[in-house]
């Protein structure tokens, strides 16, 4: 299925929805969710996510950009950079599922000094928007923006399932992490790179 950008300047649901998966999924077993949690046991749960949902809006208009310069180049190029950046994003998640955490919670858990306030939020935001500079979800919003040449819908997406794995880490993280195993949420965000992969060779070769 090949999804074409609107051209009156309104979002795409479809993309939307793609993309808001696509970046769920990667996102949930990632250090993001596992550094918003720390942080979250440090600071006021809100005041957390409002410097990491600012650090993400930040990163996610990197991301678009380079994205939407990248589509500029020809489609088949386009494809072929889409379809390596998926097997490279599958690869990195079939790895990391098979890696400890303990290592990425003592390294954010050192960053996190006691603070209040708006230096609870900005600690939140450096703390963040220093991890996740070339992260594989700003890799993958890049790709999904070169692909679909949609940057409005892309980044609305994007930024919603970073925000709802960064709000999810904040109320229930530790909760979830005692019934959902972090490398089985790894081997699914793997195979959803996988299947991307294969849609986007698919449409490549036809």
Not at 100 to 115: G, I, L, M, Y
Request: hydrophobic share 60%; proline share 3%; net charge neutral.
């Amino acid at each position: 299925m090949v999804w074409t950008a609107p051209h009156n300047g309104a979002v795409d649901l479809a993309v939307i929805a793609l993309t808001f998966g696509a970046i769920f999924v990667v996102e949930l077993p990632d250090k993001t969710f596992l550094a918003t949690l720390v942080l979250s046991t440090r600071y006021r749960p809100l005041l957390v996510w409002i410097g990491v949902g600012l650090a993400f809006a930040v990163q996610t208009t990197v991301a678009v950009l380079l994205g939407h310069a990248a589509s500029f180049l020809p489609d088949t190029a386009v494809k072929a950079l889409a379809l390596v950046m998926f097997l490279i994003g599958a690869v990195i998640l079939f790895r990391e599922g098979r890696a400890h955490h303990q290592a990425a919670e003592d390294e954010f858990a050192d960053k996190a000094k006691p603070a209040q306030g708006w230096r609870a939020i900005l600690a939140s935001f450096l703390v963040l928007f220093a991890a996740e500079w070339g992260d594989l979800s700003q890799l993958l919003t890049l790709t999904l923006v070169a692909r679909y040449d949609d940057p409005r819908s892309v980044f609305v997406g994007a930024l919603g399932a970073l925000l709802m794995v960064s709000g999810l880490a904040c109320l229930v993280g530790r909760a979830l992490l005692r019934w959902i195993s972090l490398h089985v949420l790894h081997y699914v965000g793997s195979g959803v790179c996988l299947v991307l992969a294969a849609v986007t060779a698919y449409e490549l070769l036809r």
